[in-house]
């Protein structure tokens, strides 16, 4: 039963992302992480849990933000992470935060999302670490 609910689920995606004529590849371009207008935003990846939350919310475009990554469990995690802003499926400008580990024990930098011309606002916040399994975090930037 469980399998079947969600093989419908499945069927409902591709359907939706039929009707808007999205490619199954382009479908992946969706934010996953729009919570973080409002807290902190948690994936397991791995055995681990990482958590990224940017200050001042909600996130909006040119503005000074602080990203601060938080994992359990830490060990092993170099002091130094890289956070890769990007946009799903287009070319902007290298934007990269260092995130450096705090007395606290997180990993916090300071950087800007620009503004696109396209008027697209769908952000990924990837952290690079193959170690971690390149954890990354999509959503919607706000003006
Ligand atoms: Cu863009």
């Not at 371009?29 to 729009?34: F, G, K, L």
């Not at 287009?90 to 995130?99: A, P």
Request: proline letters at 6%; one cysteine or more; a positive charge.
């Amino acid at each position: 039963m469980v399998l079947r609910r969600q093989l419908s689920r499945a069927a409902l995606a591709l359907f939706v992302a039929a009707a808007f004529g999205a490619t199954p590849a382009l479908a992946g371009y969706t934010a996953d992480s729009n919570t973080i207008h409002n807290g902190p935003c948690t994936k397991q990846v791995g055995n681990r849990q990482v958590t990224l939350a940017i200050t001042p919310r909600p996130v909006r475009h040119m503005r000074e933000l602080t990203f601060r990554v938080t994992m359990a469990p830490a060990e092993g995690v170099p002091a130094t992470l890289v956070l890769d802003l990007s946009m799903p499926g287009m070319v902007m400008g290298k934007n990269q935060v260092t995130l450096k580990r705090q007395a606290d024990g997180a990993w916090k930098g300071r950087g800007i999302i620009v503004k696109c011309m396209s008027g697209g606002t769908l952000w990924k916040a990837m952290i690079l670490s193959q170690q971690l399994g390149n954890p990354s975090f999509t959503f919607n930037v706000r003006d």
